[in-house]
């Protein structure tokens, strides 16, 4: 059977044998619930999570541990942040009607649906954060808004977006604009540094830096003032006075992160990303992405959307609709995305093919030869 060339890394990692160890450890000899109990199995399992919770920290230079959030991904992430935010903007009677939600053409659809949805539901106002000639977003052009939503790399372009000066801007037009960060492909080849960026959210996902799907990262800035949580159950209460019927039913929430970690966590997945983060390593695979880049430059009709350094290479080629490109480079055994890429904007700031367009992205696993490799099954197709 051919080898696999698994070119797909902006779609989800491969897992190393550490991250598969840790979570089968976890599994087989450390499993229990965190949170319930206070016997030494249970402590042990709270200290894992806590001890990945510093990890976490660690990694994106967060102030304090109290600032990690652990979500369902980012995805996730994405949809409670505009909730908290919504819910946030509903008290003294005003509203996130009166507000105004800066979007931008690089956004995933996990990041602008959410918010897009608050815009039909609330009627608030949306504009959009100018991209430049070089489809980076442009922070000397952006507009007065009370909500930022920054994608920090596209998943289609793959530029490393200044997302300090995109804040900085945004601050300045208006100092109180919440600012969030979409982070999911940036962590995958940048230091992510949210002392610096000086952002309000940043979220991410895990199984796209060798962890386990169903886990992700949020970071908020100011826990204590996002009051009133997103999502509520065991975990994340101190004490309840007061009942139905009356209607008196009185809550204290546990500080954050507790407070917005509702239920069971994902625990295994934890116990993976623990030493997901410990092995990764940014920039990963820019030489094989560069010898693909310089490979496709010379191919007839390939048609080439992103930059010479970008982190990703997203491409189209004339006269192949991209589903059967896929399929025919699947069927050689180069596994790569095809498709819309979930960013809708962007296929249309680039007027794509009907039917999308195809995308290389590398990991730590890929070497030249799969690059080499890669190129030979794509000229094969094309020819
Ligand atoms: C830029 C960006 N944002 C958000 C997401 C959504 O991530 P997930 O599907 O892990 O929730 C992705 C996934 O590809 C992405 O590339």
Request: charged fraction near 25%.
């Amino acid at each position: 059977m051919n080898k696999i060339i698994y070119l797909d890394a902006a779609a989800s990692a491969l897992k190393t044998d550490a991250v598969i160890a840790a979570e089968v450890d976890f599994l087989q000899y450390k499993y229990a619930n965190a949170g319930r109990g206070v016997c030494a199995r249970v402590s042990a399992v709270d200290d894992m999570v806590a001890r990945t919770r510093a990890d976490v920290a660690k990694f994106i230079n967060a102030k304090c541990d109290e600032n990690i959030v652990f979500t369902g991904g980012t995805t996730d992430a994405m949809n409670r942040i505009a909730r908290l935010i919504d819910d946030a903007f509903s008290v003294d009677g005003d509203s996130i009607k009166n507000k105004t939600i800066m979007v931008s053409d690089l956004d995933h659809h996990s990041a602008r649906l959410p918010f897009e949805c608050i815009v039909g539901r609330r009627g608030c106002k949306i504009v959009l954060c100018p991209v430049n000639a070089e489809n980076n977003l442009d922070y000397s052009n952006v507009a007065r808004a009370d909500v930022f939503v920054i994608t920090a790399m596209s998943n289609v372009f793959g530029g490393r977006q200044d997302v300090a000066r995109l804040v900085a801007a945004a601050r300045e037009k208006n100092p109180d604009v919440i600012t969030v960060v979409d982070a999911a492909q940036y962590v995958v080849h940048e230091n992510i540094d949210v002392e610096k960026w000086d952002c309000d959210f940043m979220c991410f996902s895990a199984h796209k830096i060798g962890g386990d799907t169903g886990l992700g990262v949020m970071y908020v800035k100011n826990p204590d003032y996002w009051m009133s949580p997103d999502k509520f159950g065991g975990g994340m209460v101190v004490r309840i006075t007061g009942a139905a019927p009356d209607n008196q039913c009185r809550i204290q929430w546990e500080p954050a992160p507790a407070r917005f970690e509702a239920g069971t966590l994902p625990l295994t997945q934890i116990a993976g990303l623990g030493a997901a983060i410990k092995e990764w390593t940014p920039r990963c695979g820019a030489d094989v992405m560069r010898r693909i880049r310089q490979g496709l430059d010379s191919m007839p009709r390939v048609k080439i959307y992103t930059a010479p350094d970008a982190a990703i290479l997203t491409f189209s080629v004339d006269g192949i609709h991209p589903l059967d490109f896929g399929a025919m480079c699947g069927a050689r055994g180069l596994c790569m995305r095809v498709g819309n890429m979930c960013a809708s904007w962007a296929m249309r700031m680039i007027d794509a093919p009907t039917g999308g367009v195809a995308r290389l992205s590398a990991g730590p696993w890929n070497t030249i030869e799969d690059a080499d490799r890669a190129l030979e099954i794509i000229g094969e197709v094309i020819k």
